[in-house]
Structures are given as structure tokens and as C-alpha cells.
């Protein structure tokens, strides 16, 4: 009843599949057929719809094939496998069968097993006294083996001997009565096997110390040593075992660790081996020294990398070791060197190899590209530190020499009958700064290679400081010499005009460049200001050098001015103005910063030594007709100097410090007193700082007014407390200047 009705179930879904595929069908057509032309094409469609239901036919077919000859293929196996299963429960019942039957022969055959263990300990005993009974001849056999290079058959007979004197040592021991005589006389009857032992290690060792030159010329011999050396662990190993109880001779051997020790010594040796020289005898000799421990380390370890994982057993990890055995033996030689002392650009030498020590130019060429950062460093950072401090100490030192040195060269040139030479701008310059810097410089590219560019930078302006006095010495010196005579030296105001110029090159030096190398270096700023701010003061001095020569000169004319000679003839401005431009032709060679800066010294001093003469009453007059030529002449002479200095000084500016001499001039003038307030009050307007009592002395002058007068007519104008409130004012002139 159910498969009639699975049967009509299939029926009704395939009746519903056909009425489905009429439907598409049908669809299907509609679309291929939607206009009356396209019926020309009926049989064409009906064609081709033929080659695609017999196509889609043919792959139905092979389908439903392949899956029948997979169910097949699969009917087979099942097949063969079941026959498999009873095959094996047969077999695995006839081998319970068989095992139930044998259960007791264990205990049948332990008489067999017990003879056939002392028939075992027979033929070794047989064996080892063949061992025995051939000592003697077995020792000098394998003497002669060792010397003749033929070691695995040499060790080969001396395994064999020490086996059967420990195997009679052993049988002693066991003996409930042990007897020393007998253990003595076995001793005694192999003792040459010691001796033999070590001259085999000797000859093991001994090419285990030229391991890297083996590799190259013949690496079958390292191959030999280790096959010895590990059959010698594997004997530590078992006799160990074997005989724990028993304290055997020559045991452990322990060769594979004699083996690293000698390796690592003969490593050492290969690096110490490369100092052919010290400083008695070549000045660079730890250059030639670090240059051929590089390539000799760089050699070895390439024969390292490409031929001792060949050579070397794998758990040896050789490479490793090897390159350990070469960073701490570089190590512990460098801080031998070290303790020996190093000098001068030596310390800058090591601590530049062992920068590069990881680069390519050793450790990390391509060759060979070992990471030695698993290992400590080849110096201690401490020391490393007191390696640096020394060097930075070293050349402290080595900068005050130098500076010293060349100060005394340089000032030995300007005692000469020659001027300083001009650069292209034409201003004088000395040789020192360009010697000076050229040596930081230098020193700072050394001191990059070693990362001590801060320290150096700092240890720079320290000593260009401290210098700074020292060169300021020496100048002092010169001027007192050129004070005692002034034709001597002859060219005094030349080189004094250099010096300026070289303290605005060290200025220059230390605000630009070293500033520059702080900024890199997060230094801070402060020391490169002292260093500048010293340059500065420096050459602010050698300025008012410059300037006292000029005023000895004009001295006398200054000293004229507002007196009755003054009055009587114009020469002494006249004198002051082509004295200077005539200093100027030498002040030219001045850099401009300098040039203005003197030349505004100089104005501002002939200004004050002007209205000094005007406040100082050194004439009187007596009349209105005597003072007006006199002011007009202070009006004239105030535009000469003014017009003179802006004629001079390259910096162009609005205001002169003469600019007050014309209403001075005008209230000496004035004819009519009443006025004279209106004068006074806008005189003090434009210059708040005047003084009182220069004003009453500019006004005792006249001669037409009291000294009480003329204090309580400037009282007047400006109060009692004037001088007081012009002191806090913040406007300043050159009247404060003036002194009381």
C-alpha cells in the first residue's frame, strides 16, 4: 500500500512537471514569436531547440552512467572489505589459539637463558683477553697511528683497551673481597693508556686550534676530530651509567667541552695575534689593528657560515657558538686595550669601530648578516662614558693649546710692518678665527661619528668663552704697548679693526652655526648667547680702542670749542670733521655693523663734549651783538656735524643727536627775555631730560641774566622737582648723558 502510493506520488509530480514545462514552453515560444516575420524562422528555432534537447539529453545520460558506476565501484569494495574482516577474526582467533599454548615456555627455557648469558660473558671475557694479552702491542700500534694522522683507527684501539680495563676494573669491584693490589696491578699493567689518551686529545685539540684554516684547506679532518670527540661523549655517557657505583680513571672526558674551550681560546688568539705594533712605533697603529681584526673576524666568519654547519653536528649550533666565541674574544681584547690607556684621536677610533661593528662593514655584511644584539655589548656603557669623557677632556685640553698657540702666532702679526690682509669685501680680517673654526669643525664631523656632537658643542663654547678673555688680554697688552709709543706698531689701528672683525666672525660662528648644531641636538641656547654676548663685548671694547685713537687726536680742537679762540676762528670743527673722515678711510674696512656702531660712538661723544662746552660757561657775553654771532655759528657748526655723520654712517636715520643745538642757540640768541619762557618750555618738550641747572648755565652765558635769576625763570618754566620727575621718565636723550 505505501509503495502504491509513493508510486502515485512520483505520477502526480511528474504530471505537474509537464504542465509546468508546457507553461515555459509556451512563454518561451510567445517570446521567439512576437512578430509575423519572425514565423519565416519557425523551422530555424525549431532546429535549433532539437540540437539543445538532445544535447541537454546526452549529458542526462552521462550522468546517471557515472553515478551507476560509482555505486558499483562502491558495491565492490564493500565486498571486498567484509571478506578482509573475516579473514583478520579468523586469523586473530587462530593467534589466541596458538598464544594459550606457549603460555608456560617462559619458564621451560630459563635454564637455556642463563647459560646463554654466562656463554656471553665467556666470549666477552675471551674477548677482552685478547685486549689484554696485546697491551703492550696495542699502545705502540696506535701510538703509531696517532702519528700517522690516522686517528678513528687509532681511537678505535684505545676505546677497545680502556673498555677491558674497565671491564677488569669492574669485576674487581663486584668482588665481595676487593683487593687494592689487584686493582693497582691492572692500573699498573694499562697504564700506558693515560699517556695515549692525552696525546690523542693533544693531536684532537691542536687541529681543533686551526679549525677556520682546517675549513678551508681540509674539512674532512674536523669531521674526523668530531666523530672522535662525540663517540667519547656517548663512552662519558655510558660509562657513567654503567659504572655509577665505580670511580674509573680518565673519566669523564668531557672532550666536547675541552673542545669549545679550545676553540674559543684559539678564536682569542687569532684576534690579539692581529696587533703588530703600538704608538712607540706607528702613531696609527689601533687604526691598522681595528681595520685587520675587521677582515680577519669577516673572513673567519664566512668560513664559519658557509662551512661549519657542514662540518659541525647539529645540536653544536655552531654558528652561534662560533659567533659568540668571536664577540666576547673582540670584547674581552678591546677592554685589554683599553686598560692599557688610549690617546688623543685613538679613543675617537675605537668607539667608531665599535659604532660600525653592526653594519655592513662587519656584522651585518651580506655574507654573513649576524644579529649580535642577543649578546652584551663589546664595552660596558660606563665604560664607554669615561671613554667619551676622557676624549672630550682630551681635546679641551688639545683646544686651549691650540687656541693658545695660534692667539700667540696671530698677535706675533700685528707687531709687523705689514698690513692684514682684506678679504674680498675689503675688510680686514686675521688669520685666527679661520684657524679656530676650521678646527671645531673638524672636530665636530669627528664627534658626529661618535655621537658626541652635544658634548663637543658644549665643551666648544666653554672654551670659546674662556678664550674670549684671554684674547681680550692680549689685546689689552698690545694697546698698552701702542699707548707707550704711538708710531709703534705702525699698522696698531689696522689690526685692531681686524680683531673687531674676527670677534663678529666668532659671534657670527657661535649664534649661526654651533646654534644651528644645537637645534639638532636640543642643546640649550643660553651658552651660544654667552659665547656671542662675550664676542660682542669683546669688540665693543676694541671699538672704544678705535675711538680713544681718534679723540687723542681731536682732543686738543674738542677742548677749543666755546671758547674765545672757538670765537674767533672755525678751524676746530672744521679740524674734528676732516679728522674723522679721514679715520674713516681705515674705519671702511670695519664690517658695517661695526662701522655704525663706532661711528655713532663717535658722533654721540663729539655731541656730548659740544653741549658739555655750551653748559660749561667758557665765555660770557656782554651783549645781544656779541651772543648772535655766536649762536648763529652753534646753528651752523650743529648742521656741519649733523650733515657730516649722516654723511658717514651707512644706516640711515631721521634724527641727529645735533638736532638740539639749534634752539639752544635760539634761546642765547633771543633778544627779548619775555620770551624767553615760551623758548625755555619748548625746548624741555622736545628734550624732557634737560637738567635745570644746564639750563641756568645756558642762560648765565648770555650776561644779560643773574645766576638768581635765571634759575628762578627756569624754575618757573619746569617746577622745583623737574630733575626728579625727568629721571623716572622714560624718554631719554642725551642730556642724561651729560653727567651733573
Known sequence: MA????????????????????????????????????????????????????????????????????????????????????????????????????????????????????????????????????????????????????LLHAHKFLSELETSRDELLYELHRQASQSPTDRNMVMQYFSGLENLSKSLSKQLFLILERTIMSLRMEPTIIVTVLRIIEREERLDTLTAKRYEQMNLPDRPKK???????????????????????????????????????????????????????????????????????????????????????????????????????????????????????????????????????????????????????????????????????????????????????????QNLEVAATIDLVPNVVSMCCEELKEFSQTYSRELSSYREQHLINRSVPQYFLLFVIGNVNNCLTFHDFASTDLKNRAKEQNISEDKFKLVANAFNNLASGLCEYLLEEVFMDLEPHVQELLTKKWVASKNAVDTICVTIEDYCQDFVHLKDLYYDFLLEKAERRIAKEYYKALFARKIMFKSYEERCPVAEKIIYEGEQLSQHFKKLIRKKKDVSLFDAMPPLAEIIKLRDTSMMSLEITDFVTKYPDVKIDQLVSLLMMRGDVGRGDARQLVVDCLGEDHDLKARDKQTKTIFSQLGP
Not at 688610549?342 to 677610533?349: A, F, K, P, Q, T
Open 255 to 441: 672532550w666536547r667541552e675541552k673542545a669549545f674551550e679550545v676553540m674559543e681560546s684559539s678564536v682569542f688568539h687569532r684576534i690579539e695575534g692581529t696587533q703588530m705594533g703600538d704608538r712607540t712605533t706607528d702613531k696609527m697603529w689601533l687604526v691598522r689593528h681595528l681595520e685587520v681584526t675587521r677582515q680577519l673576524v669577516l673572513e673567519d666568519l664566512r668560513v664559519v657560515k658557509t662551512l661549519c654547519e657542514q662540518c659541525f653536528p647539529p645540536h653544536y649550533d655552531i654558528v652561534n657558538r662560533y659567533t659568540k666565541m668571536f664577540h666576547d674574544g673582540i670584547s674581552q681584547h678591546l677592554n685589554e686595550v683599553v686598560s692599557q690607556g688610549l690617546e688623543g684621536n685613538e679613543i675617537v677610533s675605537l668607539l667608531t669601530w665599535i659604532r660600525d661593528y653592526t653594519s655592513k662593514d662587519l656584522m651585518g655584511h651580506p655574507d654573513i648578516n649576524i644579529d649580535v644584539s642577543k649578546f652584551a655589548p663589546l664595552l660596558e656603557p660606563q665604560k664607554v662614558k669615561e671613554l667619551q669623557n676622557q676624549y672630550v677632556q682630551n681635546l679641551r685640553n688639545n683646544f686651549r693649546e691650540w687656541m693658545s698657540n695660534s692667539l700667540k702666532t696671530d698677535s706675533k702679526d700685528w707687531m709687523k710692518d705689514v698690513a692684514p690682509e682684506a678679504d674680498d669685501k675689503g675688510y680686514y680680517n686675521t688669520t685666527l678665527p679661520v684657524l679656530l673654526i676650521q678646527m671645531i669643525e
Open 3 to 150: 509503495v502504491h502510493t509513493k508510486g502515485m506520488n512520483a505520477s502526480s509530480e511528474l504530471a505537474s512537471m509537464e504542465i509546468e514545462a508546457r507553461k515555459r514552453a509556451k512563454i518561451q515560444v510567445a517570446n521567439l514569436l512576437q512578430r509575423p516575420d519572425q514565423l519565416e524562422k519557425v523551422e530555424q528555432i525549431r532546429r535549433r531547440v532539437a540540437r539543445r534537447k538532445g544535447s541537454v539529453e546526452a549529458m542526462l545520460k552521462s550522468a546517471i552512467q557515472s553515478q551507476l558506476d560509482g555505486v558499483k565501484t562502491g558495491l565492490t569494495q564493500l565486498s571486498t572489505a567484509l571478506k578482509d574482516i573475516q579473514e583478520i577474526k579468523q586469523n586473530l582467533d587462530e593467534v589466541d589459539e596458538t598464544y594459550n599454548t606457549i603460555a608456560g615456555l617462559g619458564n621451560k627455557l630459563k635454564g637455556i637463558r642463563e647459560e646463554n648469558s654466562r656463554h656471553s660473558q665467556l666470549a666477552a671475557a675471551m674477548d677482552n683477553l685478547t685486549h689484554i694479552f696485546n697491551v703492550p702491542e696495542m699502545i705502540t700500534k696506535c701510538t703509531d697511528l696517532i702519528s700517522e694522522g690516522k
